[in-house]
């Protein structure tokens, strides 16, 4: 458990469907609660299709960036 493992792409895409399903989104590594943070530069109305998102596992620290397309819903 020393390792600085990442997460699997099968992990990710969990993570990934739970943030987008806007459920609890829990590491698949340790089920530590993650908490999502915008990443973006800090500018409002930049108008780019997409945004970040910095997942980061409260648990064990692992972390994970997501680019998520707008345009569904908000
Ligand atoms: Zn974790």
Redesign the pocket.
Known sequence: MAESAQYSPIQLAEIKDAFIAKRDVV?P????R?TARPIGGGSFGLGYSRKREWLI??????SAIFDFKRGTRN
Request: charged share 10%; proline share 0%.
């Open positions: 590491c590594i340790c089920g530590g993650m596992c409260g648990g064990c620290h692992r």
